[in-house]
Nanobody, 116 residues
Framework: QVQLVESGGGLVQPGGSLRLSCAAS????????MGWYRQAPGKERELVAR???????TYADSVKGRFSISRDNAKNTIYLQINSLKPEDTAVYLC??????????WGQGTQVTVSS
């Protein structure tokens, strides 16, 4: 298993940018598909972006062109670059690691608040 720790959230004005990071422990990081989810108050958790072990990325339609996910296997870290932030992007952003062999793990989340 891996343990995940997110960072980089905060309060930002509409149109601003943030870079979220998710640091993973363990020696099997490269074996995990990684993803960012978000959950806003009163709403279901939703997938924002995913990156496979081979670096293939997918995005929710609502964030395409604004969000970019990447991974650095040497640093056991994934990133989410968030641009052109909107108030509706306000949520807790959670890191997810999935492996068919090792199972699934979640981080504790980092709060992103978009407000003027």
């Amino acid at each position: 298993q891996v343990q995940l720790v997110e960072s980089g959230g905060g309060l930002v004005q509409p149109g601003g940018s943030l870079r979220l990071s998710c640091a993973a422990s363990g020696r099997t990081f490269s074996s995990y598909a990684m993803g960012w989810y978000r959950q806003a108050p009163g709403k279901e958790r939703e997938l924002v972006a995913r990156i496979t072990t081979h670096g293939i990325t997918t995005y929710a339609d609502s964030v395409k062109g604004r969000f970019s996910i990447s991974r650095d296997n040497a640093k056991n870290t994934i990133y989410l670059q968030i641009n052109s932030l909107k108030p509706e992007d306000t949520a807790v952003y959670l890191c997810n690691a999935y492996s068919l062999y090792y199972g699934q793990n979640w981080g504790q989340g980092t709060q992103v608040t978009v407000s003027s």
